[in-house]
């Protein structure tokens, strides 16, 4: 291909250079007809516009900065397949970045994002609030909130309806009978985690059980922390009929203690999880878990983010809260006449 690239491109579909520029911006000034014949001379000639060069002209990188508190785990790798299709599918990349939560790294990414680096940015902060995100932007760019904590309306914000998936669920143990019931959380500054505890403490309450402060075990959503809490579970004096994790990482974990010390799951110690991870379905006994729409919450954060991006002012005041629902599986005890029934919630 000669450096005249877009001149070549021109001259076999016979348009105009300006024309060809038109379509590789996705002017709708365009005919359908025209972009199509532009379209298969670039695919033909193999033809890549200078990113850089347009991005100059255009004020438009095609770039979504993604930040996220971890990408190791099968929640965040869910997420991310969700936000990279439906960036793909709109012509657009993503740099995704991992701050382990800490808010010196979350300053310093954003920093580094904003300012015309990308169009556009999904944060993932459950420590820190969206108001304490935007004191560390100098310039306000399109953000898209997931999983956060937002307080007004100016905010754009795409989260799951994590107090209802945990009440859910707890009920759902309750109803097999289980009166002792313990929980492992996530850290206390974590958003998801201050709710789903909530959720779990309601349930308790309106069905008056007795709350036990000794069954209330701190976790950090990893799978270590799952087991270790589960060995200090194991260790009192009196054991819980059932276990509830704030993830389902720390079910697994847990799960991996039970069956290192010989605990029938679910007929000594019933269990459940939440986010509902791929692999929940593949462990013995499969995990029930609450269902979450990882994906698909990647692929609406990005749809109201580049609709932000294309109405150039940004989108204000949208607060998109996602259902879940009970996936039943052996390890709440349930006898399942197939191999998995899903409960829909409210």
């Not at 869910?78 to 701050?99: C, P």
């Not at 945990?166 to 850290?187: C, F, N, S």
């Not at 991996?256 to 509902?276: N, Q």
């Not at 990005?302 to 879940?324: E, R």
């Amino acid at each position: 291909m000669s450096k005249n690239g877009i001149k070549e491109v021109a001259k076999r579909a016979n348009v105009s250079i300006a024309t060809v520029s038109r379509v590789l911006n996705g002017s709708a000034v365009v005919s359908e007809e025209t972009k199509q014949r532009v379209a298969a001379v670039i695919d033909e000639l193999n033809y890549m516009p200078h990113a850089i060069g347009r991005a100059l002209v255009t004020h438009k990188t095609n770039l979504l900065g993604v930040i996220l508190p971890d990408v190791h785990s099968e929640f965040f790798s869910e997420l991310i397949r969700g936000i990279d299709q439906a960036a793909r599918e709109r012509s657009y990349h993503i740099i995704v970045s991992s701050t382990h939560s800490n808010k010196k790294e979350i300053e310093s990414m954003l920093n580094v994002m904003q300012g015309g680096h990308v169009d556009g940015l999904i944060i993932m902060s459950p420590h820190i609030s969206a108001e304490g995100v935007l004191k560390r932007l100098s310039l306000l760019s399109n953000l898209v909130f997931v999983n956060s904590y937002t307080n007004g309306a100016k905010f754009v914000s795409v989260s799951i309806d994590n107090f209802n998936g945990a009440y859910q669920m707890v009920e759902h143990l309750i109803g097999h009978g289980y009166d002792r019931i313990a929980i492992i959380k996530g850290e206390e500054s974590n958003f998801d985690a201050r709710e789903r505890f909530n959720g779990y403490l309601q349930a308790l309450k309106k069905n008056r059980i007795h709350r036990i402060p000794e069954l209330e075990i701190g976790g950090n959503f990893t799978e270590e922390s799952g087991y270790e809490g589960m060995m200090k579970i194991l260790k009192l004096k009196t054991k819980p009929s059932a276990l509830f994790c704030a993830n389902d990482s720390m079910a697994l974990g847990a799960l991996r203690a039970m069956h290192e010390k010989d605990i029938i799951v679910p007929g000594e110690i019933a269990l459940a999880g939440f986010d509902d991870v791929p692999s929940a379905r593949y462990v013995l006994p499969a995990l029930t878990s609450v269902h979450v729409p990882i994906y698909e919450m990647g692929t609406i954060a990005v749809k109201h983010l580049l609709d932000g991006v294309k109405a150039m002012d940004g989108m204000k005041g949208i607060k998109k809260v996602l259902t879940t629902s009970i996936v039943i599986r052996e390890s709440c005890g349930c006898s399942l006449k197939s191999d998995e029934e899903v409960s829909e919630m409210a």
